[in-house]
């Protein structure tokens, strides 16, 4: 390794970059077994509309280690993605998801929910994607029109038309997109309005920290009417206090996402929150 990396490289000589390969390393071989070990897990945010009713939830998944406990998806997605772990591991993510899906569609009071994912460039370049969503969805028989894929802006610096071929094919099966943590990439601009997209998703960056840095209101007021001017839903994560949701709809914004309303959650807390009431923790 050392070598590989070259003679003038200094590797491993700082302890803390050492601590770091090793969890690395260890982070990989243990999440081979995770998914089998049952040891994933999705936890589910609520979305919130103009009037804070709940719309949707985005899946998050957690990583409940055995004997490190709750790992982050930050910790250990880019490991994920550099193994290719993140193929199975976001098939996984797709089915159980689905799943859910089709199980809210039998109650009415949770049949018109929508469930966001996150899909992972190197998950959607596969190329049984399309088919492999296709069968998930036949099978769990989750409707198309409610789920939502959640994409990032490097999946369009390779092969954007590719790319947007294959969004083409997902669209067509009624499947809508979000275009996630935007404001943090590089895309064209005259790209984006080509892209079948439904909803533009203010990085939550910029969002927590609103008022901190001026820069971040300018940002983000500029993605809100970027959005509305591209006729696309524009929803903000990382929504904390009822300041940050007054400012954003006053801007224009139309859905909401963060702590101020509620933290991911697991299942049947989040099965709690939805019969409590409508969540009225906005206004
Ligand atoms: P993301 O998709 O941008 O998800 C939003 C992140 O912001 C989540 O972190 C969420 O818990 C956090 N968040 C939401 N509201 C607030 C708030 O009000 N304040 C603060 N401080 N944070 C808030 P999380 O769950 O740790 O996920 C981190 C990232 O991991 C996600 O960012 C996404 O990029 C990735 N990820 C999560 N689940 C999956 C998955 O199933 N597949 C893939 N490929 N990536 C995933
Ligand atoms: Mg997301
Ligand atoms: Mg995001
Ligand atoms: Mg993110």
């Keep these: ?11 491993f000589f700082d302890p803390l970059m050492q601590a770091v390969a090793v969890r690395r390393a260890m982070i990989e071989s243990d999440l081979r077994q995770a998914a089998k070990r049952g040891e994933l897990k999705l936890f589910y945010q609520i979305q919130v509309d103009g009037k804070s009713q709940v719309t949707g939830v985005e ?33 996984w993510v797709v089915a159980t998801a689905c799943r859910q899906l089709a199980r809210w569609a039998s109650d009415p009071r949770t049949a018109e929910l929508t469930m966001a994912i996150n899909i992972s460039p190197l998950q959607f370049q596969q190329p049984d994607f399309v088919a492999n969503l296709a069968a998930v969805l ?45 404001g943090t990439g590089y895309s064209s601009l005259s790209y984006l309005s080509c892209l ?66 509620s933290r991911p959650l697991p299942i049947h807390a989040l099965t709690r929150l939805l019969e409590s009431s409508t969540c009225a923790a906005g206004r």
Excluded at 145 to 150: A, F, M, N, T, V
Excluded at 197 to 217: G, H, M, P, Y
């Design 138 to 182: 036949e099978t769990t028989g989750a409707r198309p029109g409610r789920l939502k894929l959640e994409l990032t802006e490097t999946l369009f610096m390779e092969e954007p038309e590719a790319v947007r071929e294959t969004m083409l094919r997902v669209q067509g099966m009624g499947v809508r997109f979000s275009l996630d943590d935007f």
């Design 196 to 261: 079948p997209l439904d909803q533009l998703k203010i990085d939550q960056s910029f969002v927590r920290t609103l008022f901190e840095d001026a820069s971040n209101e300018m940002i983000s007021a500029t993605i809100i009417s970027l959005g509305r001017n591209l006729g696309l839903e524009v929803i903000a994560e990382g929504v904390e206090t009822l300041a940050h949701r007054d400012w954003l709809e006053a801007h224009g914004c139309h859905a909401y996402q963060g702590y101020l309303y």
């Design 59 to 91: 899946a998050l998944l957690r990583w409940e280690h055995p004997e490190h406990g709750m790992i982050p998806p930050n910790d250990f997605i880019p490991v994920a993605e550099e193994s290719y772990l993140i193929v199975a591991i976001g098939n």
């Design 1 to 11: 390794q050392a070598k590989q990396a070259g003679r003038n490289t200094l590797r």
